[in-house]
């Protein structure tokens, strides 16, 4: 349906997206996960049309439309990042104004407002004005715009940014709903792995403006089929014993949370044991240690040394 | 498209109080405040204050000695030659006007005369707002017409009137004088054909239509001027008021949302000219009806007025367009600021919104009719006056030159992508 063929941007010779190769397939729902900076708004903004860019092509059904994005803005909706709305309208206003810019006749506009106010759960708030709303109320709306024409395909940039779990979960539940009751195809990025595993057929992950890896859930995490995840709960995390881990030849990433220690090690090592023995020597009083099966952070934290949160 | 863009930006300016008080209710503050202040001295003072050189090459009372000489050896009868003698000792043009119709104590209270008999050196010249030149044997050639009958059509030396700024009220003032005297000039040798008191038409006609003139320019009071400067002025803060609303629709990614919608970028900063022009319009209808029932200010010509106020709005609407292109081009909210805190009061103290300028005369006074803000300031002056709007001509040019360069720069910084990123 949608194909991007490496795509590239720079902005003073600096490649913010570098040959990025993504395709979407009516019905689908598709992760585009990294880190902040990774590049994944700017490719957003070039799949959309709104930044020209510095090669590569963007085709729908075969055929480019970097030259008369039209046709793909028709069918596409976006929701971006930040809260794009009219703040001093109310809700209804707010999306009856789009609507019009969308061209949507009256006969049809005030029922597709409902039916879209009916979506996001904000019928019975309609008439109030957005900047009386709370941050998960805005990020409904924000969704709510981008469905007033009726997209086909709906590109989601962090939707659930600095909102309360509550409305993040109706936020997550509605684009499940809308991908399985009205066949939308969803690009839907983001930094945090629990949306994109609860969400998305496929994911590809992005870092440095490149894509460094894609699959479904499962063929991704058989990256790690050969490794495995300790986590080392520890009274104090010492500098010289976290080097010492680092140092270990066997040890091929290493990541701290807080006071645990996550270290990826090979499936055939008996890791325990030296783990213990590197602590006994660097005076670390060892809390808990936990072997765990690889998540997709753990597939991030493999590919790129680093977390998603970093 | 455009019709939501109107209604999306008034609703917006109704719900944000603070830049009603500032578009609105401030102008009619400062109105109050500057025509009550200013009003007592400006109201004072008289507003035509004309100097006139008379630059008198001819000696009238040497030529009517001469006509009268003339006509005593004449061969004519004696009752021809005492009425002919009576009618030239009776009529002596130059006489009437430097001592009778401009010693009138209406045209003594706005017009000053210097008779001079050499010319006058051009540092001489500039303290005057007109010089006439009386060339010599006027008079002689004068009342040789008038001896010899030959019709109403003068063919003697004319009187040269040269001034100063043709645009000034107090050259207008000149010219209208030396214009119905001239015309009251013709009129008398009609009457002397006929054989009627002339020199009593002359004297009283001459004065009766110098001062319809006058009066036809009608006087501007304090509060008229601040309500036209504080109304053009106001309405170029409604230009910046629309290009902040535009460009928080940047920042915000509201103009990518409207470009995904497949609104091209002309399309949408036509939907600002026409949301600046709107607004504008109802501002500025808005301050003048308060100021007409509050201080009584009204426009004799309602159909000028509207003339005016349509360029106007059309010159704030193309200026906010012009603030926004800049500011998406630069993507810097500080265009807005500088134009707001710093442009928009320079191009009011140049229009003369503070003080009327024609005070101090020259360049600055050039400066004030044709600055996009002074040229509708005056033509606003101009229609209480009583002008026609064909002397607004130059004004409306001004501001119809201005409205096209901005409109002409901001397509050209728009461009094809519509300054998008």
């Known amino acids: ?310 | 498209m455009f019709f939501q863009l109107i209604k999306k930006e008034l609703l917006v300016m109704w719900r944000r109080p603070r830049e009603l008080i500032v578009l609105l209710l401030m102008p009619f503050i400062l109105i109050t405040i500057l025509g009550s202040a200013l009003g007592a001295f400006n109201d004072g003072d008289i507003k035509v204050d004309a100097k006139l050189a008379v630059l008198l090459k001819d000696d009238p009372k040497l030529a009517q000695e001469k006509a009268i000489k003339e006509i005593q050896h004449a061969a004519l009868s004696e009752e021809e030659k005492t009425q002919k003698i009576a009618m030239i000792s009776a009529f002596n043009p130059v006489d009437i006007f430097l001592n009778e119709v401009i010693e009138t104590k209406e045209l003594k209270k706005v017009l000053k005369v210097t008779v001079v008999e050499k010319g006058l050196s051009l540092k001489e010249q500039k303290k005057y707002d007109g010089i006439l030149e009386i060339p010599a044997s006027f008079s002689e050639q004068f009342y040789q017409k008038l001896i010899n009958e030959k019709g109403t059509e003068g063919t003697e030396g004319k009187w040269k009137l040269a001034v100063a700024d043709n645009t000034s009220v107090n050259a207008t003032v000149i010219q209208d004088i030396v214009a119905s005297f001239q015309k009251e000039m013709n009129l008398a040798k009609t009457a002397q054909q006929l054989q009627v008191d002339y020199g009593k038409i002359a004297s009283s006609q001459t004065k009766v239509s110098a001062i319809e003139n006058l009066t036809k320019k009608k006087e501007i009071d304090a509060f008229s001027y601040y309500a036209v400067g504080m109304c053009v002025m106001f309405v170029f803060y409604m230009g910046t008021t629309v290009a902040d609303f535009a460009y928080q629709q940047k920042e915000e990614h509201i103009y990518e949302r409207i470009l995904l919608a497949n609104v091209s970028p002309f399309a949408y900063f036509a939907g600002i000219f026409a949301a600046a022009f709107f607004l504008s319009f109802i501002q500025l209808n808005v301050l003048f009806g308060l100021t007409a029932l509050v201080y009584g200010v009204t426009f004799p010509n309602i159909m000028y007025y509207l003339c005016i106020t349509i360029a106007l709005n059309g010159m704030t609407a193309s200026f906010s367009v012009f603030i926004t292109a800049i500011s998406y081009v630069t993507n810097s909210r500080n265009v807005e600021s500088i134009f707001s805190s710093l442009i928009v009061p320079i191009l009011a103290f140049a229009g003369g919104s503070f003080f009327d300028l024609s005070s101090i005369g020259g360049f600055m006074e050039r400066i004030g009719e044709i600055s996009p803000g002074g040229a509708a300031l005056t033509a606003y002056l101009k229609v209480i006056q009583g002008f026609s709007l064909y002397d607004m001509t130059e004004q409306f040019q001004a501001i119809f030159l201005f409205t096209g360069v901005l409109l002409l720069a901001s397509m050209m910084l728009v461009g094809k992508r519509g300054a998008a990123r």
């Open chain 1, 1 to 310: 349906m949608l194909e991007i063929i490496k795509l590239s941007k720079s902005y003073k010779q600096k490649k913010v997206v570098d040959s990025v190769n993504l395709h979407l397939d009516s019905g689908e729902t598709v992760g585009l996960l990294g880190p902040n900076g990774a590049g994944k708004s700017t490719t957003i903004s070039l799949i959309s049309s709104l930044v020209s860019p510095s090669g590569g092509d963007v085709r729908l059904h075969n055929e480019s439309i970097l030259k008369s994005p039209q046709s793909l803005r028709e069918i596409l909706g976006v929701v971006p990042q930040e809260i794009a709305l009219y703040m001093d309208l109310s809700a209804r206003e707010n999306l009856v104004f789009f609507g019009k810019m969308h061209r949507i006749p009256n006969s049809r506009l005030q029922k597709r407002v409902d039916e879209v106010l009916e979506i996001i759960g904000l019928k019975d708030r309609e008439k109030d004005i957005v900047k009386t709303f709370s941050g998960g109320m805005k990020r409904r709306l924000n969704i709510g715009v981008a469905l007033i024409h009726e997209p086909k395909i709906i590109i989601m940039d962090e939707p659930t940014v600095g909102i309360d779990p509550q409305s993040r979960n109706y936020i997550l539940e509605t684009v499940k709903k809308l991908n399985r009751e009205q066949n939308i195809t969803v690009l839907y990025t983001s930094h945090y792995m629990e949306e994109v595993e609860f969400l998305c057929d496929r994911i590809y992950i992005m870092d440095h403006g490149q894509i460094i890896a894609s699959g479904t859930k499962e063929e991704l995490k058989n990256i790690l089929s050969q490794e495995t995840a300790i986590n080392v709960k520890v009274e104090l995390v010492k500098h010289d014993f976290v080097e010492a881990l680092k140092n270990h030849g066997n040890i091929k990433n290493l990541s701290i949370q807080q006071s645990v220690i996550t270290v990826i090690v090979p499936k055939q090592v008996n890791m325990l044991k030296e783990i213990f023995k590197i602590a006994e020597e660097h005076t670390t009083n060892v809390l808990s240690v936990n072997i765990v099966t690889p998540t997709l952070e753990d597939v991030f934290l493999h590919l790129t040394g680093r977390q998603l949160r970093d």
